[in-house]
Each structure stands twice: as C-alpha cells, then as structure tokens.
C-alpha cells in the first residue's frame, strides 16, 4: 500500500507588506482536484495580536475562491472548512502578511508669507492607497490667538485653504487602526519672503546677520575684515535649526575654511554659509589675498610661510570658485549616502547670493538691503 502526501490548498495574497488601511487581494487553489467546495466558516483572518483592530471585508462573500481585506494589523488569511472529492477536509493557511504603519505628512503653501495671504494646507497619507479620513486640524499662533480666518479647517477637508496672518502652526491628526498620526507644517510671517526655504528661516537670517557683523564689516580697511562661515543642522530629534560656527579655523579678509562633520543619525545638513566683508556695488576691491596651502597635520587651509599674497581683484557677485568647489564636493558627499543635497549662501554688503547646488555658476541674488528688515 502507498499513500500519497497530497498538497493543501494554496492561500495566496497578491502582496505580503502593506500599510495599515491597505487592502489586500487573496486567492485559495487546490491543486490535485477539480472537485472541491469551501463551507462554514470559509475565509478567516487571523490576526497576530488580538488588541489590532479587526479588518474589514472588501469584496467576498459565501464560498468565493477570491477575497480582500481592509487590514490594521499584521496576521494572516485562513480558509476552513474545505472539502475535497466530497469527503476530505482541508484548510489553507496563507503566509503572514506584514501591516506597517502609513506615512502622515501636513505641508503648508506658501510657507512664507509678508502679511495675511491665502495659505492652502494639505494632509496626505503614503501610501496613497490606504483609506482614511481626519480626525482634526488645529491651528496655534506662535504668541498670541487668532491669525487664521475667516474659521479653522475641519476635519471634512484634507485640503484646507484659509487667511492667515501670524505666524504659527497647523496640526492634523489621523486615526489609522492603531495608529494615530499626527504632523504640522508652520507657517511665518516675515518680511519679504524669498519663497527659499531655508532662506526664510529665521535661524538662517540670524546666523547671516551675525556672521556678516562678525566679519567686522565696517573695517576701513580690507585686512581688518575676516570672513566668517558655518552650517545649519536640523536636529532631527527637536525639530530645532542649529547654527555652527567655523571661527576656531583659519579665515581672513577673503579665504574662511569649513569643517563640516556632525552626527547623521541626529542632524540633516541644511545649507553652508560664508561671508564676503565688502560691497560689489560700491567697488570694493581686494587687492590681495593670502596665499594658502593644506595643512598635512590637519587637513585644514593655511597660509604659505613666509606670507605669500596674491592678487584678487574686484571681488564681483557670486561665489568664487573655492565657493563653487567646495559646493559640489560637499553635495557629491551627501547624494553618496542619498542625503539631499544643500545650497550655500553667501551674505555681501549688498546681497544675499544662494548658490544653487548642482548648478554652476547659477545664483539666486538676494537683496536683503532693499527690505530693511529682511534680517530681523
Ligand atoms: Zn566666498
């Protein structure tokens, strides 16, 4: 006598991860026979936690071979009660399927704004697949009450456009199965508003204003006047922006060294920065500059000893081409380990210059002293 080991039917979703609120499309097969039916109970989800939310039935009904769920947890799909050739039970298992949580993000637009403006808010959901609906948006100035009109959003409209005029923030919170889910874009109001945004920080526009005063700008003569450079960090864990400081480093009136090293895990490089202690516009004209060479201890630019200067010339608009070099170096750095990659700007007498990464020799032209109060 012989016995065959015949296969149990195949339980088979078309995916095995998806996103809580994702629905998931299954089939059951049997194999061996033509001649089989699914009776009581049928298709069964088994959930892996018994607190995760149960999951609701798409599309099937009685004894189909095909099935979607609506999921909020991980498990898996069962299908009991099988018989086969009219006498053999059977019961397919699927594999596990994993249930992530979505992704929930809010983006305001513009985010910059000079007074009150139409802002349009915008609550979406990755993947766009999963269903869901808001739970609420809350609008908080940043001192004060009030700045949006002529009433706060509600929970009807994933995409909110109302009048705001303080700066402040908007938070929305979804409920997604287990998971609530909350994000919040700000909104400023500053004077003149470049629409970079970066550039509107009001973080950047001190740290630009207290590098360029820190370059003793005001100097009567070229060699009193020291560049002073630095980064913006996003600590990742406060959401606050960081400035730091290269001053430790060699600078002078027209060379400032950068050493931008920080912890990935906490931090995101926003943008690099420098100054230029002169006026284009009024002609100013450095006429030399120190010769410099790496440092073999520290990696680090030097002056050449003895002093050796070279000449400079009329210092322009735009970035140099040190500027530009170190521009595109840093950013190959940051693509390499699929970081964004950042501009740098640059901060004269006359004008703000952002260097557009990737993009040499394109510039954007600030003209932060025809707003007076662009960096306050
Ligand atoms: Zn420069």
């Given at each position: 006598m012989t016995a065959e080991v015949l296969p149990p039917p195949a339980v088979t979703p078309e995916r095995t991860t998806l996103a809580a609120g994702e629905t998931v499309a299954l089939t059951v097969t049997v194999t061996w026979t033509t001649n089989w039916v699914i009776g009581t109970p049928g298709w069964v989800w088994v959930k892996d936690s018994a607190s995760s939310p149960d999951p609701v039935v798409v599309q099937g009904c009685g004894q189909t071979t095909s099935w979607s769920y609506r999921v909020y947890g991980s498990g898996h799909a069962e299908v009991r009660g099988i018989?086969?050739?009219?006498?053999?039970?059977?019961?397919?298992?699927?594999?596990?399927?994993?249930?992530?949580?979505?992704?929930?993000?809010?983006?305001?637009?513009p985010a910059s704004i000079a007074g009150a403006q139409a802002v349009t808010f915008t609550a979406a959901v990755t993947p766009s697949t999963v269903t869901w609906s808001l739970s609420s948006w809350t609008w908080r100035p940043d001192s004060g009450t009030g700045g949006i009109s002529p009433n706060g959003c509600t929970p009807a409209e994933k995409v909110c456009t109302r009048t705001i005029s303080l700066s402040g923030w908007m938070k929305a919170?979804?409920?997604?199965?287990?998971?609530?889910?909350?994000?919040?874009a700000h909104v400023r109001v500053i004077p003149c508003p470049t629409g970079d945004s970066i550039a509107d920080l009001q973080e950047t526009r001190a740290a630009l204003s207290d590098a360029l005063?820190?370059?003793?700008?005001?100097?009567?003569?070229?060699?009193?006047?020291?560049?002073?450079?630095?980064?913006?960090?996003?600590?990742?864990?406060?959401?606050?922006?960081?400035?730091?400081?290269?001053?430790?480093?060699?600078?002078?009136?027209?060379?400032?060294?950068?050493?931008?090293?920080?912890?990935?895990?906490?931090h995101r490089l926003l943008a690099i920065f420098h100054t230029h202690p002169y006026s284009p516009k009024a002609g100013d004209i450095v006429p030399y500059c120190n010769k410099l060479e790496i440092d073999p201890n520290?990696?680090?630019?030097?002056?050449?000893?003895?002093?050796?200067?070279?000449?400079?010339?009329?210092?322009?608009?735009?970035?140099?081409?040190?500027d530009w070099n170190l521009l595109n170096a840093l950013n190959q750095q940051?693509?390499?380990?699929?970081?964004?990659?950042?501009?740098?700007?640059?901060?004269?007498?006359?004008?703000?210059?952002?260097?557009?990464?990737?993009?040499?020799?394109?510039?954007?032209?600030?003209?932060?002293?025809?707003?007076?109060?662009?960096?306050?």
């Open positions: 018989v086969a050739e009219g006498h053999i039970p059977l019961t397919g298992v699927g594999p596990h399927i994993q249930v992530t949580p979505p992704q929930f993000k809010v983006t305001a637009a919170t979804t409920v997604i199965g287990q998971y609530t889910l909350t994000d919040s005063q820190a370059s003793n700008v005001s100097g009567p003569n070229f060699q009193g006047r020291i560049e002073r450079a630095g980064m913006l960090l996003r600590n990742l864990q406060t959401g606050g922006v960081e400035v730091v400081r290269f001053d430790n480093l060699y600078a002078d009136w027209c060379a400032s060294n950068d050493d931008i090293a920080y912890n990935s895990g906490t520290t990696g680090f630019l030097r002056p050449v000893q003895p002093p050796a200067i070279v000449p400079f010339g009329n210092v322009g608009a735009g970035g140099s081409d040190p940051l693509l390499a380990v699929g970081q964004p990659a950042v501009d740098e700007y640059v901060i004269d007498l006359d004008n703000i210059m952002r260097l557009n990464h990737g993009q040499q020799p394109a510039y954007t032209s600030i003209g932060y002293n025809a707003c007076p109060n662009w960096l306050r």
